[in-house]
């Protein structure tokens, strides 16, 4: 039996020899890894000398050849194959261990030069492989150094491998260079402005393994991109708590997009994926005060999103409730003294969370037999098209709270409307079926007078109803994008019950 290792990751490759060279397997190997192999005092044999040819093109060309690739993918049950080896002199190889050159540390590098990428696309390593687990019958496959324990104990054991332990590292192998090669398309793809593949395939790293979906009969994972970028939910560390959920996850990071909208003091409170409380103020605490007298009802069991670090006072207001994470930049020892107090409240803590994502960032959504996908919505509108429509123009509060609005407004399920006075959510109503029911439920839901507040929508009004349903409540002000074939008509009946009204040009439905 004879096995060919060259490996990357060295990890435990040593000791995998070593037990292999015990069982009698006579070792094949390339490079660095046969030094690191005949230094620990195992007999190898170089590639040049199973190949008869010399490795070239400074170690690019080396196990691209018959010689090697004839001992891996001979058909052991076909004469026929047996009987071609023996005429070209060609033995069998029978365990191949590989991994493959670090494409992916060296991309991670901070600034790392095309040129450099490239040298580390490994090319030998995948085709060994490939042919390797074609030809799983027959061949051990390892690309994971975890995988040696289980080869070893069954060679002890058995003095084979079994089929169902083949084909298992098989799958792992064109598993491991799919992702493998998506991860260099979608490198090569991101140096130049283009249009997202005809065929696209995507890779991700599994980060955790979840207790459950979003019911507790759903299986669930959390997988994370190969470079995530700065700010990032999956660079959170937790600092507390007990294990995260596939709710906890989606909810921070419908918090955390939110959050990146404003570089003032924020604080936003979010339950079921929608923002149910949002404020802006002076430091950490004024803003959380805001945030949660938006709706102390909602907050309860929330996720609360910070982009200051929490201190001893805002610590212990946020205890006074039951809440499941509080995610910030960072915590003081004073808060974390607090805040640990309760066993299960989950602490997060992400250094850059005010980064946002690169304008490269696209937003995917799964549907049935495929995938949508678009480029993710950073804009909220250029202030020099906004146009002010209506006789009143707004006052320079109005104008402050409006944007605020319009923030938060970008976050929600559409048809989505969003009241805001003196920089913080009054009343949110999400998701509707039309725009007069949102408006209404904002309203009604509202957790303090709504006389002097201001309206923002994520989408056009498509009847003037929806401006009467805003004079009523004592609404002095309105965005929204504009854009409906009655906006005259809502214009027209602003102006008479002396709302000012803005357009922004600019539609955020988030369905």
Known sequence: ????????????????????????????????????????????????????????LDGRVKTLHPAVHGGILAMREKPEHMKQLEDLNIE????????????KETILKPGVALEDAIENIDIGGPTMLRSAAKNHKDVVVICDPGDYGQVIR??????????????????KVFEHTAAYDAMISDYLRKQIEGELPDNLTLTFEKAQELRYGEN??????????????????????????????????????????????????????????????VGVGYDAFDAYVKAYKADPVSIYGGIIAVNR?????????????????????????EALDILTQKKNIRLLKLDHIL????????????????????????????????????????????????????KVAK???????????????????????????????AIRQATESTEGAILASDAFFPFDDNVVAAAKAGITAVIQPGGSVHDEDCIRKANEMGIAMVFTGVRHFKH
């Open 411 to 441: 976050h929600i399920k559409s048809n989505g409307i969003v009241l805001a006075k003196d920089g913080k959510t009054i009343g949110i109503g999400p998701g509707q079926t039309n725009r007069v029911w949102a408006i209404e439920n």
């Open 92 to 103: 069998t190889i029978d365990i191949v261990a590989i991994n493959l050159y670090p494409f």
């Open 216 to 277: 507790p009969h759903q299986k669930a994972y959390y997988y994370k991109e190969i470079k995530p970028w700065e700010g990032a939910l999956v660079h959170a560390v937790q600092l507390h708590g007990k294990e995260l959920s596939f709710n906890n996850i989606n909810d921070t990071n419908g918090a955390l997009e939110t959050l990146k909208e404003f570089e003032e003091p924020a604080v936003v409170a979010v339950k079921h994926a929608n923002p149910c409380g």
């Open 309 to 333: 670090p929490v201190d001893e006072m805002t610590a212990a207001e946020i205890n006074k409730i039951f809440v499941e994470i509080v995610i910030a930049p960072d915590f003081t020892k």
């Open 1 to 56: 039996m004879r096995a060919l290792i060259s490996v990357s990751d060295k990890t435990g490759i040593v000791e995998f020899a070593q037990e292999l060279e015990r069982l009698s397997v006579k070792i094949i190997s390339t490079g660095g890894t046969a030094t690191r192999l005949r230094d620990n005092g195992v007999e190898v044999m170089g590639i040049s000398d199973v190949t008869g040819f010399p490795e070239c």
């Open 355 to 406: 980064a946002k994502a690169p304008k490269d960032t696209i937003d995917i959504k799964k549907v049935s037999g495929g995938l949508l996908i678009q480029e993710a919505d950073h804009s909220l509108y250029d202030e020099a098209e906004i146009k002010i429509v209506t006789d009143r123009i707004p006052t320079e509060r109005e104008m402050e709270d409006m944007k605020f609005a319009m």
């Open 154 to 171: 069954e060679l002890e054991e058995t003095k084979t491998v079994s089929y169902d332990t083949k084909y298992r590292l098989a799958l």
